[in-house]
Structure formats: C-alpha cells, structure tokens
C-alpha cells in the first residue's frame, strides 16, 4: 500500500509539471512596459530566446494629450539604420509616425497612444540570434532617449 501511494504520488507530480509546462509553452511571455511624459521606457533591455512567443503590453502612463507627446512601441529589424528609421519617422504624420515604404524594417509595432492608454502586441522573436532596436518614433522621443534593445541569444 506505501508503494502504491508513493506512485501515485509521483504520478501526480509527473502529470501536474507536464500540465504546467505544456500550457506555458503555448502562452506568449508577457512583458510590460509603460512611458510618461519624460519621455522614457521603463524597460529597455528584454531578452528573448530565437523564435519566443512574446506579448508586449505597452501603456502610455503620461497626462499630455496624444498630438504633443504620443508613444508608440516599434521593433526593428537587425541592420536597420535607427537614426534613419526615426528621421524619416519624424515627418510621418499622417501614418502615426511609421514611415511609409519602411514596414521591411518593422518586426513588430504598437501603434501612437494617448494619455492613460494602452495597446499589445503578440510576435515570435527574431530566429536569428542579435541585438534588436525598438524605440518610439514620435518626433524627437528616439534622440531623446526612448528606445531600447531586445537581445535574441
């Protein structure tokens, strides 16, 4: 009668930790990150495994209205000149500062938010091992310090 229950037990153990890790497996790895008006991200280095689901959730925490300091949240690709990439950005206007023609330099993107809001974003990482730049593209945020970098080793 011990040994039954010392395998049932273990059996239980066994099946709960597979339970666990297959539902985990499934589920992007959620990762948050919030910006106010200092234009700032409270998280600038992620770390990710090659082809990790990823969920980012990303809120504009500040108070000043969307059309004086906007955030967005845009991952580029690897290679991409940034400076580039946010020049061009900065004359976007009517694309919520994505600019046109560049969507082969987005891996992954959240668009403009105002004050108090909120917006997500599900991606695989890059594949390929690297450095991957993201920054918000509103006019003068990147120069000012907003971005940041997802390592895919």
């Not at 990762?31 to 990823?54: H, R, V």
């Not at 209205?65 to 000149?81: A, F, I, Q, Y």
């Not at 940034?82 to 560049?102: C, H, L, N």
Request: hydrophobic share 35%; glycine share 10%.
């Amino acid at each position: 009668m011990k040994q039954l229950s010392i395998y049932l037990f273990g059996l239980i153990a066994l099946i709960g930790t597979g339970y666990s890790q297959s539902s985990s497996a499934s589920e992007p790895r959620e990762i948050d990150i919030s910006a106010n008006d200092t234009m700032k991200y409270d998280t600038t280095a992620i770390t990710a495994t090659p082809g990790e689901s990823l969920r980012v959730v990303f809120t504009n925490a500040g108070t000043i209205p969307k059309d004086v300091m906007g955030h967005n949240w845009v991952l580029l690709n690897s290679g991409v000149d940034v400076s580039s990439f946010a020049s061009a950005a900065s004359t976007s206007k009517e694309t919520g500062y994505i600019p046109k023609g560049r969507a082969a330099d987005i891996i992954a993107k959240i668009d403009l938010l105002g004050p108090r809001k909120s917006g997500e974003i599900e991606f695989k990482a890059p594949t390929k091992p690297g450095v991957y730049t993201f920054l918000c593209t509103f006019p003068a945020h990147y120069q000012a310090g907003m971005h940041g970098t997802l390592t895919v080793k």
